[in-house]
């Protein structure tokens, strides 16, 4: 008897549990905010793209899971849950963008710091699935991808299931995961040949039941909130540039095997 | 549907002088002013925000469509950037020539529908704003003209409706794009006795490089289609051909191979097409013209109000609009009659 009500109360309270989303903690967040990412960012850029953005996204997560089913879950799961929900795309826009952004500024680090570190081994045998004999010749061709791409967006480098990796853009709040919401088309204005011939590729994957297990390796934002305060708004290519200079490998070898 | 002369030149002569003409960057006269008194845009932008988005991003825009139109061995002379608009969202292979020019002019649309203004202020909101309750309509700026006062409350119910529901379309807006205030033109009648009827204001978005004519966009995926039926149509008479010169027991497999991947792109029928959306979505008789552009985009308000000044920045950008200029860009207003026989 004792024991039961016990119980009853701990899953009530359980169930009380309370979550507002704060800006995640960064590995070297405190250094970031005094000095900026040397090489990328002073510390207003840093600032803007990640201090400010990052708690403007939380904040409105927090403010629109409230009390919903949502509330409880990460940014990431919150994406994952919402995507296929066209009543709550508000949410979803807020969950994406919060993941993203983590996503990109967890694998920086100072040029410095940066320049000691390299690409696995592991990492060189899956580029060859891109026809990239060395890591130049991928990087031109990932930047090039990020600067071509007209308004707001992600691009990633992503694995597929079958292992090998590809080179995926997301317009505006698009996620990696899920290829309902790729978002790597842009039809607003003049429909190229390209997207045509995406649009077909993609029906026939629905049509064979394609399976879509894809999980992001490298990814660079082309939001605005990233670069306009440091480069300008048209500082896109430089900033390109010196992102890539930044990017800490070992991150990205580390999840290469988390894939 | 080419006019003025917007051609594909292929000979090497005409390249060499299509590289002496180049547009220009259109000169703005309120931004023009700012820049040569090298003071702020009032109420709106500071000095150096207007150098980044027009002369800055305008000329960027500009530097890559002269670019690409060479590249592509375009003839730019006497063409304008709408002609290149209408001509060009068609073709996709001059995909990049049409979204430089589109960008463009709904960049120049915009900055054309303000005036700098004394009554807003330029302020950097903190993160307790988002946290705020939103302060009642509290604006200074309205139109004047009769006529469009007129048909504004008409339509929307009254100006504080109308700008509610202008502003939340932008809010609405996460990356780039833009609301436009639009009349709707309907066109009735037999060629002899066309009629163009204005008779509804609208409130619409675009996003990154689209434009507002949905008459221009509509159609797109459709002839790409009809372009790979065509394709498919020449593939299957030649193969007819071929069988017939080497008897009927010999068949091309190649050819063959490229005809089933062609049937099999075209027949993909579970799900519904895209063509068929935009059949559904056709604008055929109907046109848009555009009266005010405001840009929600978040190079706007990033460099002056900060992360969280969005709103802040879309309040400002009321009090801005210049009502003179959306009054002249207003088409004759067709009142609805009623007769009775």
């Known amino acids: ?259 | 549907m080419l006019k003025n002369g917007i051609r594909i030149k292929k000979s090497g002569l005409s390249l060499r002088q299509v590289r002496n003409f180049s547009f220009q960057l259109p000169s703005i006269s309120t931004l023009d002013q700012v820049k040569a008194a090298n003071s702020d845009y009032d109420g709106l932008f500071k000095n150096s925000t207007v150098k980044q988005i027009w002369y800055e991003r305008g000329q960027h825009l500009l530097d890559g469509l002269n670019q690409t139109m060479e590249d592509h061995g375009l003839d730019k002379t006497g063409t304008d950037l709408q002609t290149i608009i209408t001509g060009l969202i068609s073709k996709p292979q001059l995909y990049g020539v049409y979204s430089y020019s589109a960008s463009l002019y709904t960049l120049q649309f915009f900055l054309e529908s303000l005036k700098p203004n004394n009554t807003s202020e330029i302020s950097t909101p903190t993160a307790d704003t988002l946290l705020k309750t939103p302060a009642l309509n509290e604006y200074t700026n309205v139109p004047t003209n009769p006529v469009l006062v007129d048909w504004i409350n008409q339509l929307f119910g009254s100006i504080d409706e109308f700008r509610t529901l202008l502003l939340n379309s932008a809010r609405g807006i996460k990356g780039d794009g833009y609301v436009w205030l639009v009349a709707k033109l309907t066109v009735s009648g037999k060629t002899e006795n066309t009629k163009y009827i204005y008779k509804e204001l609208s409130v619409t978005n675009t996003y990154n490089a689209g434009v507002v004519d949905d008459g221009l966009r509509s159609g797109q995926v459709t002839k790409l289609k009809g372009q790979k039926q065509a394709r498919l149509d020449n593939l299957r008479k030649r193969a007819d051909e071929l069988s017939q010169l080497e008897g009927s027991s010999t068949q091309n497999t190649e050819l063959q191979a490229e005809i089933a991947q062609l049937e099999d792109d075209i027949n993909l029928k579970e799900l519904g097409t895209v063509e068929e959306a935009e059949d559904i979505t056709v604008y055929a008789n109907k046109k848009l013209v555009p009266l005010l552009a405001i840009d929600a985009s978040p190079r706007n308000y990033l460099l002056d109000y900060g992360v969280f000044g969005k709103n802040k920045y879309l309040d400002n950008l009321w009090e801005s609009i210049d009502w003179d200029v959306v009054a002249k860009r207003m088409p004759p207003r067709s009142k609805q009659f009623f007769s009775i026989d």
């Open chain 1, 1 to 259: 008897m004792f024991n039961t009500s016990k119980s009853i109360a701990r899953r009530t309270v359980q169930s009380s549990r309370r979550l507002i989303h704060e800006v995640p903690h960064l590995k070297n967040g405190k250094q970031f905010a005094q000095q900026g990412i040397e090489g990328l960012y002073t510390p207003q850029g840093f600032q803007t793209g990640w201090t400010d953005y990052q708690r403007y996204l939380t904040t409105n997560l927090t403010l629109l899971t409230n009390g919903t089913e949502n509330e409880l879950k990460t940014p990431y799961q919150i994406l994952l849950n919402t995507a296929k929900q066209t009543t709550e795309q508000h949410v979803y826009h807020f969950a994406s963008q919060a993941h993203n952004n983590h996503f990109y500024f967890d694998q920086l680090a100072d040029k410095s710091e940066a320049s000691k570190t390299q690409p696995s081994r592991l990492f060189f045998e899956k580029l060859a699935s891109l026809d990239h004999s060395d890591l130049n010749s991928f990087r031109d061709e990932f930047l090039l991808a990020a600067d071509s791409m007209f308004g707001q967006g992600w691009v990633f480098l992503v694995e597929l299931p079958d292992k090998s990796l590809k080179i995926l853009r997301c317009h505006n709040d698009g996620t990696p995961y899920y290829y309902g919401k790729n978002q790597s088309l842009d039809l607003n204005g003049g429909v190229d040949e390209g997207s045509f011939e995406y649009l077909n590729n993609i029906k026939k994957l629905a049509k064979n039941s394609a399976r879509d297990y894809t999980l992001p390796l490298l990814g660079v934002s082309c939001w605005d909130h990233s670069y306009v305060k440091d480069y300008g708004l048209t500082g896109k290519a430089d900033y390109l540039t010196n992102f890539w200079d930044c990017i800490d490998w070992s991150v990205i070898n580390k999840r290469i095997f988390e894939v």
